[in-house]
């Protein structure tokens, strides 16, 4: 398909186990985020790729959390030494960059993180 | 710290209604707000992204405003549908994307 892909769409780890979460954005969007939605709360930024710019890290909640993406394509979130609290639906988005400004971004069904 | 707000938490109407979702944030330095829908188990669908040189958009029986100066925003559902029951969240960005809770609609058949 054509829209943002994201993989697995659910994982269950024991606490104290390194995860890793996959994006494969829109063919062409050179912009990608990630936001982190707990349970009843509203949606968190996390992390901001534009292009071959220095990523926006400001919402990472921990040392523990960190993303990559090679060039304008596939990110990866990973998320060492997972607690509980990191329990949460994990959410990407890519969005093409014109003129200066972002344009609408297109999501992804989420990554479902379950930490035992 | 750009703060989001979105009032109603909740929304419940009969089939028909127009409606008026308010968002408001307490930043103006914005780039663009959008209005977003979720449903249940999957990730966002944007409606509208307003630019911070625009006033409003429209696309079918969706009308987003923005008045930036005053930070708000509202997002207008003519003649609402079952099918547009979900959750509704606007977002406004700059260099990274903030996002108020959300309303939750309900529009009863």
């Known amino acids: 398909g054509a829209g943002v892909s994201q993989s697995p769409s659910n994982k269950v780890t024991e606490k104290g186990k390194d995860v890793e979460l996959r994006c494969d954005p829109i063919?062409?969007?050179?912009?990608l985020y990630w936001y982190r939605q707990r349970l009843g709360q509203g949606l968190e930024f996390l992390i901001y790729f534009q292009g071959n710019s220095a990523p926006d890290k400001s919402g990472l909640p921990s040392d523990r959390f960190s993303a990559e993406r090679t060039g304008e394509s596939v990110s990866t979130l990973t998320i060492q030494r997972t607690q509980q609290e990191d329990s949460a639906v994990y959410l990407c988005a890519s969005s093409p960059y014109v003129g200066g400004h972002n344009q609408p971004q297109h999501f992804g069904d989420g990554t479902r993180l379950s930490i035992l | 710290k750009q703060e989001v707000t979105q009032i109603p938490a909740a929304l419940s109407v009969p089939e028909g209604e127009n409606l008026v979702l308010n968002c408001s944030f307490t930043d103006s330095a914005i780039y663009n707000l959008q209005w977003f829908r979720q449903d249940p188990g999957k990730g966002l669908t944007s409606l509208l992204l307003i630019q911070s040189s625009q006033r409003e958009q429209t696309s079918g029986r969706l009308n987003a405003s923005l008045d930036k100066s005053s930070g708000r925003s509202t997002l207008y559902i003519a003649a609402s549908q079952p099918g547009d029951s979900a959750t509704y969240l606007c977002?406004?960005?700059?260099?990274?994307?903030?996002f108020g809770a959300g309303t939750r609609l309900t529009v009863k058949p």
């Open positions: 063919s062409g969007h050179t912009a």
């Open positions: 977002a406004v960005s700059r260099n990274d994307m903030r």
